[in-house]
């Protein structure tokens, strides 16, 4: 309970939105929100796209945005607009929550980052390697990078389902290997499926970021810069053939881990403002005013920049960018020739097989050789059944199989990820459900 002084307990005067900010709030905090909010928005958009509404759905994500000025046209459609665009701004948080983890969270210890990190390793090679010995005679042989990535999002939220049952550490390790999953994606995005290298463009995308570092040493902290030096950073890399969502991973990976103000230096300018006796003082062009506008600027600043931009785009990132990546990327006309088709097989192999395999294989041999440490708490038996969980890629796959696949072939591939999603689910959540069970009745 907060300490009352003179009638004030140090709370800020309530508002009226409070009554409502509050409430929707703390919902938001609730880790399967994501998961069921991109579930209502995945759902939505198959039902559209096999409804009598199917023709003009599908074909309102083709509609092209943009703008032309003279010669230059920078147009592509509004579901590219999504993917290529609010896509960065996605992984930039992705690499904002690694890099938070790395230097401020529970990845500060290097041999429990290396358990998840071999299993993120373990879960790329192993699918991709059962995706291109099912294709490999195939068209779409370069779909490989499709099955390498883990939907944080879907995982968490089924860990979230289960509650306290799980131990603690399984939904680090899983959380943790998703990011890394992600942010290894979107590096074969780059390399792999990219266009012929533009070398000016990427000089230009390169400088960028320099300009980005040296901003950040020498102290800038104005938002609005680096927010305008990351669009040309982002357009560089659009026009070096490069998949320009690599800006976001680097971006984020460079945001600064430390606060601007350190602990000591703020409650030395909270001293400064408590030592001014009470009365009407603040108002004016006072020195009084300037400490306070001062303690107020310490006050945000003594958070790191990673923290500050994690807290303001994690809810944009979640509640905006992902359910509408999803309605626009997961319509299709599903039938039982699609879940047939070789690609759709090969996917749906690879994530519900080829995914937990590599991510035990690589854990267990991580540990053995000494490598990483297996916390005390989280048991082979469990390690493996969240690793059926691995297998919904989702979100990564849907995006990268809308770089890989041509039309014709496109409808097949979702097919596979969304039957491999719905399998690994429902295996991985029986599993983990059935060894709680067996545990608390031991």
């Not at 703008?67 to 920078?74: A, N």
């Not at 995308?205 to 680096?226: C, D, K, N, W």
Request: with cysteine; hydrophobic share 55%.
């Amino acid at each position: 309970m907060a300490k009352v002084v003179n009638g004030y307990d140090g709370a800020f005067p309530p508002e009226i939105a409070d009554r409502f900010t509050k409430p929707f709030g703390r919902f938001l905090k609730i880790e399967a929100a994501t998961g069921v909010i991109l579930l209502v928005a995945t759902c939505a958009a198959l039902i559209l796209s096999n409804s009598a509404w199917s023709t003009p759905f599908l074909r309102f994500w083709k509609i092209p945005v943009g703008f032309r000025f003279g010669s230059f046209d920078f147009s592509r459609s509004l579901q590219h607009g999504i993917n290529d665009g609010l896509m960065t701004l996605f992984f930039f948080v992705v690499a904002l929550e690694l890099k938070r983890e790395l230097v401020l969270g529970e990845l500060r210890n290097l041999r429990v980052a290396a358990l998840s990190l071999a299993g993120a390793v373990g879960g790329m090679l192993f699918p991709a390697s059962v995706y291109l010995a099912l294709m490999a005679t195939s068209p779409g042989v370069h779909g490989w990078g499709t099955v390498m990535a883990t939907d944080t999002a879907f995982v968490i939220g089924c860990l979230a389902l289960l509650g306290s049952r799980i131990p603690p550490s399984l939904r680090l390790f899983l959380l943790s290997l998703a990011i890394f999953d992600d942010v290894g994606a979107i590096l074969v995005v780059a390399v792999g499926y990219g266009d012929t290298m533009a070398w000016p463009a990427l000089a230009v995308a390169a400088l960028g970021i320099g300009v980005v570092f040296l901003s950040a040493h020498f102290g800038i902290r104005s938002i609005p810069v680096y927010f305008l030096l990351g669009g040309a950073i982002w357009l560089a890399f659009d026009a070096s053939g490069i998949h320009p969502t690599i800006a976001g991973v680097v971006l984020g990976l460079m945001t600064p881990a430390r606060g601007w103000v350190s602990d000591d230096r703020l409650q030395a300018i909270l001293s400064r403002v408590l030592a001014y006796p009470k009365g009407d003082h603040w108002s004016g062009d006072t020195a009084d005013r300037a400490h306070l506008q001062q303690a107020g600027r310490a006050a945000r600043e003594v958070l790191s920049p990673v923290e500050q931009l994690e807290m303001k785009l994690h809810p944009w990132a979640g509640f905006v960018i992902m359910p509408l990546f999803a309605f626009a990327n997961a319509g299709v006309a599903i039938s039982s020739a699609r879940l047939l088709e070789p690609v759709s097989v090969a996917i749906s192999a690879s994530l519900v097989f080829g995914k937990p395999i590599g991510v035990l294989a690589l854990s267990w041999l991580a540990v053995r050789v000494g490598l990483a440490t297996r916390p005390v708490d989280l048991s082979w038996s469990f390690l493996a059944a969240g690793g059926l969980l691995t297998g919904i890629g989702f979100t990564m796959s849907l995006f990268i199989a809308g770089l890989a696949y041509t039309p014709t072939m496109l409808d097949g591939a979702k097919v596979g990820i969304l039957a491999a999603s719905v399998v690994s689910a429902t295996a991985g959540l029986l599993t983990l459900a059935w060894l709680s069970f067996s545990k608390r009745t031991a």
